[in-house]
Each structure stands twice: as C-alpha cells, then as structure tokens.
C-alpha cells in the first residue's frame, strides 16, 4: 500500500475530506444508538421501535430511560373496567349416552332408638317345678302336684287362665285335678298359681301334652265262621306282613283287639287306657297280601247238607 504522498497538490485535499467524513460518520452513530440528551424520539426512530405494552411503559415514561430503583405511581386513569357480556352463552345438551347405566340413589333411613325396656319385677310367688311335667292326651283326669315357696289357702292353680279344683297342703306344696278334657289334644299348657284379684301371683310352667301312641297296622280285610267269631286280618305298616287276629288278641304288647266288625276294629291301649279304631281298607298291596278283600262266608241255617 502506498503512502499518501503529501507533496501533490490534490492528496491534502483529499485527506481533509476524507476526514470530515469520519467525523460525520460518527456523529451520526452516537445520535442514532446514544442521543444527545433528548427525550423525544425521532420520526425515523418511532416508526422503527414497536409499540410498548402496559408492561413497559406505565404512565407514559419510557421503562429504559427510567431509573431502576425509582417505582412509578399508577394513576387512575390508567385502570379500564372490564365488560362482561350480558348474556350466558347458550350451551347446547349433552347427547345420552346410552351405556350408561344410573342407578337411584336410596336414601336409607337411620334406625330410630329403642327404647330401653322396663324390666319386669319377679312374681311375689314362686311357683318351682310340677308334676308331672308330660302327658299323652285323651288320657283321664289326673292329680298334678306343685311346688314352690310363699304358697297362701287363699291362691288358686290356673291352666291357661282356666281355675282348677286347688287343694293347699302347705306354704311350699300344693295340687290340682286337671280334668281330661284339658288334655284331649296335643300341645302346651301353661300352670301357674295366683289369687282370684291376680294380685299376687307366680311365674308360668309349660305342661307338655303329646300325642298318645297308635297301632301301626292297616284293617284289609275279615273271615266269618259258623260259630259266628270273627277274625280280622291286619297287614302291619312295617313289614307288610299279614296278621290274622281275633277278640282278645294282644298285639305289639299294649294294643289289644276289643271289637271286630265289617267296618272296624277296635283297641284298648292297656298302659294309658285309651281306645283307638281303625277302619276297613284295602291296605298295601304287597308279598303276602291278599289279592282280594276275602268274603264272610255265612251258612244259613236252611242249608241242605
């Protein structure tokens, strides 16, 4: 590179020129970055820079050219309200959705308090134990025989609300006829001993009434002879087996037979003396059963021989 050649009359003059240029040049660069002191931006600097936000520029002070520890007031005027539309907007339904299944919500209602109950004062009088405690029905009449504590000549035996003929034999012991037909059927009756006004009373003991036992054979047929004694035949539920018994007959070791007819047999039970009948049928047909109701075979006195 050639140096300038100061000599030439034309070579000054360009190094001037070129100098004041510089100058310019940079004159220019330290008003366009830096500015010379002035607030108001320039036309071609206005257009150039972007609008600030709320954000940056509050109150109308440049945020940059502000200090950094200085907080800028908020005026009033700067605060907008908010417009809400006047309408809600229409919302259009849900379609169903039909595998959805919703159940009712039952509402269960609280149990309520139970009250606590009174517990009931013991009878005045005890009434301990009878005897006895079981019987079959139909059976006759019989003594039964109770004790206890506190007993009075004046208390009564009652079964099932019903008064008893009463005999008082002390303070702890007593009786009372029970009559057969309080014991005709099967069940429970209730013993206990009050006063006739029920002011003084005892507590209560079930008398157990069951079924008395039955024969156990089905009446299937009968034979007559000359001599006119009948003879029943039997068929025993058991075995099936077929028995031929007459008046007098005991059978199953208690039942024994008292009458014969066409139409029925009937029994003595000889423990509990009670009577049981059973009625002509045709029975089980079975191994050793009779395969027809058997005749009665009469022989007129007219007969020729």
């Given at each position: 590179m050639e140096l300038a050649d100061f000599g030439r009359p034309g070579e000054k003059k360009k190094l001037i020129v070129a100098g004041a240029l510089?100058?310019?040049?940079?004159?220019?660069?330290?008003?366009?970055?830096?500015?010379?002191?002035?607030t108001k931006p320039t036309p071609s600097r206005a257009t150039a820079t972007p609008q600030t936000t709320p954000r940056s520029n509050v109150g109308g002070v440049n945020a940059r050219q502000a200090p950094a520890n200085t907080i800028q007031p908020i005026s009033l005027n700067d605060l907008e309200s908010v417009q809400l539309p006047g309408s809600v907007p229409v919302v259009p339904e849900a379609k169903r959705n039909i595998f959805a299944y919703y159940e009712k919500v039952v509402v269960v209602p609280s149990p309520s308090p139970t009250p606590t109950p009174t517990p009931t004062p013991p009878p005045p009088v005890l009434l301990a134990a009878i005897?006895?405690?079981?019987?079959?029905?139909?059976?006759?009449?019989?003594?039964?025989?109770?004790?206890?504590?506190?007993?009075?000549?004046?208390?009564?035996?009652?079964?099932?609300?019903?008064?008893?003929?009463?005999?008082?034999?002390?303070?702890?012991?007593?009786?009372?006829?029970?009559?057969?037909?309080?014991?005709?059927?099967?069940?429970?009756?209730?013993?206990?001993?009050?006063?006739?006004?029920?002011?003084?009373?005892?507590?209560?003991?079930?008398?157990?009434?069951?079924?008395?036992?039955?024969?156990?054979?089905?009446?299937?047929?009968?034979?007559?002879?000359?001599?006119?004694i009948d003879t029943a035949l039997l068929q025993d539920k058991n075995n099936k087996e077929i028995l031929s018994v007459q008046r007098g007959d005991l059978l199953s070791g208690r039942f024994r037979v008292t009458s014969i007819s066409e139409k029925e047999v009937v029994f003595m039970d000889t423990n509990l003396k009670i009577k049981h009948s059973l009625a002509m049928t045709e029975g089980e047909r079975g191994a050793g059963s009779p395969s027809a109701r058997p005749t009665p075979r009469v022989d007129a006195e007219d007969d020729e021989p």
């Open positions: 510089g100058f310019i040049a940079i004159i220019f660069l330290w008003w366009t970055f830096i500015g010379f002191g002035s005897s006895p405690q079981n019987v079959y029905a139909k059976t006759n009449e019989f003594t039964l025989e109770l004790s206890g504590d506190k007993f009075t000549p004046d208390m009564r035996v009652y079964v099932d609300e019903r008064e008893l003929p009463t005999k008082y034999k002390g303070p702890q012991q007593m009786s009372a006829t029970v009559p057969a037909a309080i014991i005709a059927n099967p069940g429970i009756r209730q013993i206990k001993v009050r006063t006739p006004d029920a002011r003084v009373y005892s507590g209560q003991i079930g008398l157990s009434i069951a079924p008395p036992p039955t024969p156990n054979y089905s009446y299937v047929g009968i034979f007559g002879t000359t001599t006119h």
